[in-house]
C-alpha cells in the first residue's frame, strides 16, 4: 500500500528532523514582559490571564467579503492557495492570498510581526507556541458560537485553549504511537502489540533474547525534542504538568515514569547514544531495531525504506497503558490576529477549513490528519488500519501546558532526561532539577 503523509518539521522537534525555533525575539520578550506587569496590575478585560474565560465578539451572518491575509507553514502553506479556490467560489467576493512561510523562520517572523502592529489576518501556529504569543494579546478570542470545542478531538482543541479561553481552531493534528516489527514481535511471543508498561519490557526485551534485535526499542535519550516521546509515560502514570496555574513536573508519578523510561537504557533495550539521521528507519528495516515510538510522518518513511515487501513486516499500536494510554498530541491551529483587518472575513474561512468535507481533501492533498472527527468516516482514513490508529488515539493525547514559557520547560526536561539516561543522575534528583528550574522559570503570567 502506498502511502503520502507528508514529511513536516513542526516547532516542538515533532518530525524528522526534529528541530525546534527556540529563539524569542527581543520585541516578544517586551511584549510579554508588558503582560506580565499587566498581571501585576491587574489584567485588561479581553486578555489572557483576565479573570474567567474571555467572551468573544460575534461574527456577521453572510458570506466572507474583502481580502483575507493568511500565513502558512510547510507542506500545508504551499498548497493551501489552492485549497482555497473552494471558499472563493462560495464567496465571490472575497480575496484569500496565501503567504507560505518556512518553519524553522516562522516563530521569528510572527513575533516580528506582533512587535510591529504588522500581522496578516490569521496565522498558522504551532501547538506549543500558543501559550506564548496568546500571552501578548496578539490572538482574538475563538468565536465558539461558529467554531465550537464540540467540532474538534478534544486534544487538539485543548491546544488552543489559554488561562480557559480558545485563541484559534485546530486545522491538522498529529499524535504518537508505537511502531513494532511484527515479526520479530511474535518471536519473543506477542502475537498481538503490548498493551501495558510490563508487556512493553517484556516484548523489547524478547525481542533481543528471542529475534536477535540489537535493541528492541529505541528511544530518544534526552536531548532536543526528548520531551515529546517521555511526556507521555508521565501522562499514563497520572502525572499533571500544571495545577492550578503553577507548574508542578516533580512527584511520586512523574519520578516512576522516568525511572521506567530509563530502564530501557539501563537494560541495554535502547541505544544510549541518539541515532543518526536515518539511522532509525533503516535499523527498524533491517531489524536491528526492533520498535520505536513515532507520528504519522514515519509510514511514509518506512515504505520509502523498506518497499513494498516489507509493508507486512510491521504494524502500528496504541500507546501502552499504565493508569492510562495517554500520547502526546500536536499539529497546527489556525489563529485570527486581534489587529485583523477583517476579522469576520478570517474567522468564516477558518471555519470554512475545519469543516469535515474541506479536511478530507485538504488530507488527501498533504495527509494532515484531519482535527474533526467527522472528517475521518469515509475514504482512505476510515479504510486503512494504520491511519483509523491515529485517530483512535487522539480520544486519549494530551499537549503541555499552554503557558508562555513552555519552549523553556521544554528545554528543562530535555536537559535533566540527558542526565539521566546518558550521565546516570538519579531519577529523582532529576526530577527534583526540573521542578526548582521550572519554578524558576515560571509560566509568564
Request: negative net charge.
Amino acid at each position: 500500500m502506498s502511502r503520502t503523509t507528508s514529511t513536516r518539521t513542526l516547532p516542538g522537534g515533532s518530525t524528522p528532523g526534529g528541530t525546534r525555533a527556540r529563539a524569542t525575539t527581543t520585541a516578544l520578550a517586551v511584549l510579554i514582559g508588558t503582560s506580565l506587569l499587566l498581571g501585576a496590575c491587574g489584567r485588561e478585560a479581553g486578555t489572557p490571564g483576565a479573570a474567567g474565560p474571555v467572551e468573544a465578539a460575534p461574527v456577521s451572518e453572510g458570506a466572507a467579503t474583502g481580502t483575507i491575509k493568511v500565513w502558512a507553514m510547510g507542506a500545508e502553506g504551499e498548497q493551501l492557495q489552492a485549497l482555497t479556490d473552494g471558499f472563493t467560489a462560495e464567496n465571490p467576493d472575497v480575496t484569500v492570498e496565501v503567504t507560505p512561510v518556512p518553519w524553522d523562520s516562522a516563530h521569528d517572523k510572527i513575533a516580528t510581526a506582533i512587535a510591529a502592529g504588522e500581522t496578516p489576518d490569521i496565522t498558522l501556529v504551532g501547538t506549543t507556541w500558543m501559550g506564548e504569543f496568546a500571552a501578548t494579546g496578539a490572538f482574538d478570542p475563538t468565536p465558539t458560537d461558529l467554531i465550537g470545542s464540540d467540532r474538534f478531538f478534544e486534544g487538539p482543541w485543548s491546544t488552543t485553549e489559554v488561562d480557559g479561553t480558545s485563541y484559534g481552531a485546530p486545522w491538522y493534528t498529529e499524535t504518537r504511537l508505537l511502531y513494532y516489527r511484527t515479526d520479530l514481535a511474535e518471536q519473543a511471543g506477542f502475537s498481538e502489540p503490548p498493551t501495558t508498561w510490563d508487556e512493553l519490557t517484556q516484548m523489547t526485551k524478547g525481542m533481543q533474547t528471542d529475534a536477535g534485535a540489537e535493541y528492541g526499542i529505541s528511544l530518544p535519550p534526552g536531548g532536543t525534542g526528548s520531551w515529546q516521546t517521555f511526556l507521555p509515560f508521565a501522562w499514563q502514570n497520572g502525572a499533571e504538568l500544571e495545577t492550578d496555574g503553577t507548574l508542578s513536573l516533580d512527584g511520586p508519578a512523574m519520578v516512576d515514569a522516568v525511572d521506567y523510561y530509563e530502564s530501557f537504557f539501563a537494560d541495554g533495550i535502547s541505544p544510549s547514544a541518539a541515532l543518526d539521521p536515518g539511522a532509525l528507519e533503516q535499523g527498524f528495516v533491517d531489524g536491528s531495531i526492533g520498535s520505536f515510538i513515532s507520528g504519522p510522518w514515519h509510514m511514509s518513511l518506512l515504505d520509502e525504506q523498506g518497499g513494498e515487501d516489507f509493508r507486512d513486516s510491521w504494524a502500528v499500536a496504541h500507546m501502552p497503558t499504565e493508569k492510562s494510554g495517554t500520547s502526546f498530541v500536536g499539529g497546527g491551529n489556525l489563529a485570527v490576529f486581534a489587529d485583523s483587518d477583517n476579522r469576520d472575513g478570517a474567522w468564516k474561512l477558518v471555519e470554512w477549513l475545519t469543516r469535515p468535507d474541506v479536511q478530507q481533501e485538504f488530507y488527501d492533498m498533504v495527509s494532515a490528519l484531519p482535527t474533526n472527527p467527522d472528517a475521518w468516516t469515509s475514504g482512505e482514513l476510515a479504510e486503512d488500519e494504520d491511519l483509523t490508529a491515529f485517530g483512535d488515539q487522539l480520544e486519549d493525547a494530551k499537549s503541555p501546558p499552554a503557558i508562555a514559557t513552555w519552549e523553556q520547560v521544554a528545554d528543562v526536561i530535555d536537559g535533566e532526561l540527558e542526565q539521566v539516561m546518558v550521565g546516570g543522575t538519579d531519577p529523582a534528583t532529576a526530577v527534583d532539577q526540573m521542578q526548582q528550574q521550572a519554578e524558576s522559570i515560571g509560566t509568564g503570567t
